[in-house]
């Protein structure tokens, strides 16, 4: 990050920002991107093998795809994702993907620095995001190829960085180094400000107070803080005309709601339990580490422990059987860990001889209660109440978005406001073909805040909101 971009954002200037983009992760990368002026264009004789979609792109070519209608191109499109430009940017970046192919992308990037859009990118990490938070040796749920950004392969980075893919899948660190690698090579540094905590975003009131603008459109001022080196909190406010929300899923633990869940040998990270490690207070001899959850973090945590030789005891409330466990949605082929995870969830519990040493199941057990002498109590199935001693707990049942520093932090965005934001059942509300929020003009959002999951899938909602921009500067008045 360039010094200019953390003193302008010192200033606190009153000359508002087009755009100001509050995350750093895949989703603010991409649309960074965009942003900067970076078109893409249907490559001279590129043949998609969607016949339809093949029809639509050739009626215009030499047009950024930017330019064209995207809701016309995206009709009929089918795939893994709800959001019909996630589905067109993935076909033309990946166009035979789902078929196993790996035909390459019909796309070619041209810069047109004349049409780049002034903006700023917010993050509290590094560029990437929580990937940079994620335990370095943790392999991808996504094959390698689906957490490529455009124009620069991961496996053509990797390839340079004479690493390599392991089961199509590459590791959590890597990822996180290519998307700060992405950043400086692509020539976006100068739009990233790391260190920035945002605390608020508000819709000016009136135009008392705010700057003087001709621009219809409303305005916000975004306020925060920079983290310094030495901790310290150096406050900025800015003014932008539009605001594009990409903070993803992992600002806030799920917790359990359960006695004794604050107390300090009770962590909601898998880097408790690495840090743990490091201090010594967690060993192959010490007491079981107690992981709750049966998700991928859990699984993961499990993965991680079994790896030093640290006693295992994972509890989960549901059945082993239930076929709501995410293990039974990825293919055994691709996924091998985590399938092993699941064998080792199913064949084992406290009540039976131990297949594996080392490791205990408690499949249906509900936590109630950890004590200040490392104890934690579970309702069996049976309704009985069990006992276990632990060196450290790690509390892995997902994680809610923290939307704090929006009005009645965001509840008023999502698709049904009586219930709690929830990327998977509960997102924003946002125009599929802008990825602008349907209740608040000038606000978008991106990637997970969107309902869109996976890497793949989140710069289709760049893309969106990257071409709404581009048409609101063009009719922005002089």
Known sequence: ??????DSLRASSLEPLPVVIIGNGPSGICLSYLLS???PYVKPGAIHPHPLLQRKLAEAPGVSIL?????????GLEGRSQS????????LLRPDTDFGGSMDSVLSWKRQKERAIPHLVLGRNLPGGAWHSIEGSMVTLSQGQWMSLPDLQVKDWMRKKCRGLRNSRATAGDIAHYYRDYVTKKGLSHNFVSGAVVTAVEQAKSEHGSPKTQAPSPLFQVKGYLTGKDHSHQPFSLWARN???ATGTFDSPARLGVPGETLPFVHHELSALEAALRAGTVNPNSDPVLIVGAGLSAADA??????YNIQVIHAFRRSVHDPGLVFNQLPKMLYPEYHKV???MRDQSILSPSPYEGYRSLPEHQPLLFKEDHQAVFRDPQGAQQLFGVSIVLVLIGSHPNLSYLPRAGADLVIDPDQPLSPKRNPIDVDPFTHESTHQEGLYALGPLAGDNFVRFVQGGALAAASSLLRKETRKPP
Do not use: C, I, N
Request: charged share 20%; aromatic share 10%.
């Open 37 to 39: 002026g970076h078109m």
């Open 302 to 307: 499990v993965l991680f422990a079994r790896h």
């Open 342 to 344: 699941h064998q080792m």
């Open 243 to 245: 605001v594009v929300l």
């Open 1 to 6: 990050m360039s010094s200019w971009r953390r």
């Open 84 to 91: 019909p430009v996630a589905l067109l940017f993935d076909a």
């Open 67 to 75: 330019d064209q209608d995207l809701e016309y191109l995206s009709e």
